[in-house]
Every structure is written in structure tokens, then in C-alpha cells.
């Protein structure tokens, strides 16, 4: 069973930086596909980015050329690089592993971007 555990989220001003990073624990972590998704109150999670057990990428729309998402499986990590951002990325960021019939989450790590 993989577990999931988020860190590296704050208070950033617009433009700035952060780093999220996701600790994967399970010995077949390279075999899912891991994500970063966020959430508003009062509006559905969305998919932010993703990164396949072969590392081909996918980004929203609205990250794109501003997020990177990355892996270590030396580490049994994935890390989300948010650079130039924006208040509209303030949310709760999740990390998720997805393989098969096998979908987990993170306990969210918050994201807030002052103006």
C-alpha cells in the first residue's frame, strides 16, 4: 500500500515561489501515476498536474510554463515547482497516486498567494 504525505506549502506573495513535495512510502511506488490537484472551498478539486510511471507530464491550462511536476524514484518522491505565482493558486494542493483500480491521497497541504 502506498502512503502519501505532503509538505512544503505556505504563504508566498504573488510572483513568488514554492516547492511542494510528496513522500511516497511502498515499494511500488514507480508503478503509479502521481499527481497534484488542489481545491477551493465550495468548488470541485482539480487536476493541476501529473506525471506517469514513465514520466510523460500533463499540466492544467492554467499552470502551464509556470508549474513543474517531477519524480525521484531513488526517493519515492514527486515534487510540484510552482514558480510566478498568482492568488487564483491559493488552495489546498493534494498529492495523488493513481494505478489500476488504486486511487490515494494526501492530507492536503495549503497553498495561499497574497496579492
Known amino acids: 500500500q502506498v502512503r502519501l504525505v505532503e509538505s512544503g506549502g505556505g504563504l508566498v506573495q504573488a510572483g513568488g515561489s514554492l516547492r511542494l513535495s510528496c513522500a511516497a512510502s511502498g515499494s511500488i511506488f514507480r508503478l503509479f501515476a502521481m499527481g497534484w490537484y488542489r481545491q477551493v472551498p465550495g468548488k470541485q478539486r482539480e487536476l493541476v498536474a501529473v506525471i506517469t510511471s514513465s514520466g510523460s507530464t500533463n499540466y492544467a491550462e492554467s499552470v502551464k510554463g509556470r508549474f513543474t511536476i517531477s519524480r525521484d524514484y531513488a526517493k519515492n518522491a514527486v515534487y510540484l515547482q510552482m514558480d510566478s505565482l498568482k492568488p487564483e493558486d491559493t488552495a489546498v494542493y493534494y498529492c495523488?497516486?493513481?494505478?489500476?483500480?488504486?486511487?490515494?491521497w494526501g492530507q492536503g497541504t495549503q497553498v495561499t498567494v497574497s496579492s
Open positions: 495523488n497516486a493513481n494505478r489500476v483500480a488504486t486511487d490515494l
